[in-house]
DNA sequence: CACAGGGATGCAAGCGCTTACATCGGGAGA
DNA sequence: TCTCCCGATGTAAGCGCTTGCATCCCTGTG
């Protein structure tokens, strides 16, 4: 952030820009260049038939003109939108937000636009059909939570809508995820070997039964681990966190009114785990100690209040997602997962048990 | 959520839409209702002189095709972009992008699209320039931040674009704002109360000195207020936390390597103060207790890790500041400036001092 | 040296809407 | 009953681009 002092800065500066803003059309820009508005256009897009001294000629006039291409008319005449979708349920968790950003950022850089949606489970159907917005204006969509079965696999990949999901591993759709089970492995293991015996779990949501989705497979992850190591899950340890601080504390709250509440637990993701924080401090008891906690996620705030999580490279899927949505648009581009790094990130809110 | 139960679900429901794909033009409507492209255009958009049965007529066509207009042609021929800018230094701070998400909100309820920037002293200026993107097809912008001095301001005002102010005051633009200087009062006077003598602050930056702006605004709030009370703020005691995490804990670092450190100190902003809970810790300190500390915004996770804070209505105001600018374009709405309530919520960070 | 081939460019027809202007019809006032 | 007026609708000209097709010209080839 640059300093401003007192009389200067970018606000002060003189307005020496000639700016007769922006109205030139892709006619002036021909009339300047003295070629065909035809020849314009492709010279700006980098159409391989248009000579190279035409188009440092094209260049020229632009720059004097400041010219600047109507997207809306662009978009009309090609029937190329330069939109995607991006769906998730949740628009305001970090972890959404997170993709979000890294996905503008690379759309933003090739001059396509978001068009974002929350899928509430009426929502998610009416994109393939009649919702208003994602009918025909977008040329392809990224999909966030989808936690669908393998048969809306199967319905998605029939579209013939570009799709790319975000977070989960989908059959015959392009993917950017992590191994989820993995990272619940990692972190159960992490509560094992630091002596714990009772350790709970605090899913997003407790419907676990769906075919294959993100918390299925940390839930997966997480049984196998305590199951190998001989330890017992009780129903009573899994509490349904909901995805938010509120959630996490109600579920920790649940927990710690157990008669034999748990010395460890493990949130599915990180604000769960902020919010149970709370619930510790209000039972007086204290993290890393009394009780300890591993999140899921990573998130900005997780590193400064010491909390232990499975980290994963959100904002790097988001980018990764959104170039591969391009290259499928391109025409580039098959059908793959591509597979994102998790680590534990080792702090203080998980330690001995007492 | 929905609980999403095996076999079943939304994704699995029978694909019984006719679903002809979106394809149906105004031309389609008007044949289909029997009346002129112009008059379905009209009665799609309010326009007075239609007939109800007429307009009656239209929809039903409208729905009996799925009819969703092509905004992009809408967009051309009206010469009405529907979209506005949203500009910010740091867009991935929590305040940022809780102002987006505000903004977005409301928006997106009224079609209008949202272009995103980031306000680096050199974008700014581009802005009302040259800029590629926001030089023609927008009809407004949305300023976060601006930190600019009087004459900034002035020549905003100059401009005939659109704008609206978010966080801070300026003279002739429509704004909304909280009174930062009562935001710092309330933090330094809860500090004061409790009996602490040595108090710092942390400052988004350091350069103060611009005519009016938000740290400004905050800081003289506080010095006024810890000099009515007879304590003095010796230079040490304001360090620059750039309103970030990681700054915060540089500058909590610096405070608690100082031969007499503070024993509270004031954040302009929680994700500062989460960055300083980690140097406390660090230092072998405990919050609330070696050291209290206050932060502002109200960040969802102040609650659970039980920050003292400013609060700051944050999603609202970009709501607020949205819909003024969709009166500003409708015409209505005159410069106005729009204050938001503060309140000072008492938390466990702040205590007594050792 | 005529001719085919293909690179470089121009022409002009839209893309799907909005809107100024023309038109039409029917009730109110003369 | 005949204007006049105005509400309701239609006509058609674009909005600023993209792109298929036609055209032109410059090489390389036989």
């Known amino acids: 952030m640059q300093a401003l002092t007192s009389g200067e800065g970018p606000w002060d ?86 993709l979000m950003v890294g996905v503008e950022e ?24 009649g919702d208003a917005r994602f009918q025909q204006h977008i040329d392809g969509v990224i ?34 995820s992590v191994d989820n089970e993995r990272g619940a492995r990692l972190a159960a293991k992490h509560l094992i070997q630091l002596g714990h015996k009772r350790i709970a779990l605090v899913a997003g949501h407790n419907d676990l039964d769906v075919a294959k989705n993100v918390p299925t497979e940390r839930a997966k992850g997480f049984r196998d681990t305590l199951q190998a190591a001989g330890l017992r899950l009780p129903a009573a340890y899994v509490q349904d966190g909901d995805f938010t601080i509120p959630g996490g504390h109600r579920a920790m709250r649940a927990l710690l009114g157990l008669p034999k509440p748990p010395t460890a637990v493990f949130f599915m993701s990180d604000e769960m785990a902020f919010g149970a924080l709370e619930a510790v401090r209000e039972a007086g008891l204290r993290v890393g100690h009394d009780v300890s906690i591993v999140g899921f996620d990573d998130h900005p705030v997780a590193g400064p209040i010491g909390l232990t999580t499975v980290r994963q490279p959100v904002r790097e899927m988001g980018r990764l997602g959104a170039r591969l949505m391009l290259d499928t648009l391109d025409g580039f581009g098959t059908v793959r ?11 203080i809110s998980s330690g001995r048990p007492a």
Chains 1, 2 share one sequence.
């Open 13 to 98: 500066a003189e307005p020496d820009a000639p700016a007769p803003v922006g109205r030139a059309t892709i006619d002036d820009v021909a009339r300047e260049a003295g070629v065909s508005t035809a020849t314009v256009s492709r010279a700006l897009r980098q159409h391989p038939y248009v000579a190279e001294s035409t188009r440092q000629r094209v260049m020229t006039a632009v720059e004097r003109l400041k010219y600047v291409a109507n997207s809306n008319a662009a978009r009309l005449a090609s029937g190329q939108s330069r939109t995607v979708g991006f769906i998730a349920p949740m628009l305001t968790s970090w972890y959404t937000s997170e």
């Open 106 to 129: 690379v759309l933003t850089h090739e001059r396509f636009d978001l068009l974002i949606g929350t899928a509430n489970s009426a929502s998610r159907e009416r994109i393939f059909r």
């Open 143 to 176: 999909l966030v939570d989808v936690f669908c079965g393998d048969d809306g696999a199967r319905r998605l990949a029939a579209l013939d809508t570009p799709i790319v999901v975000l977070g989960e591993q989908l059959q015959r759709i392009t993917s950017v």
């Open 337 to 347: 997962h591509h597979p994102m790094e998790l680590t534990l990130i080792e702090r």
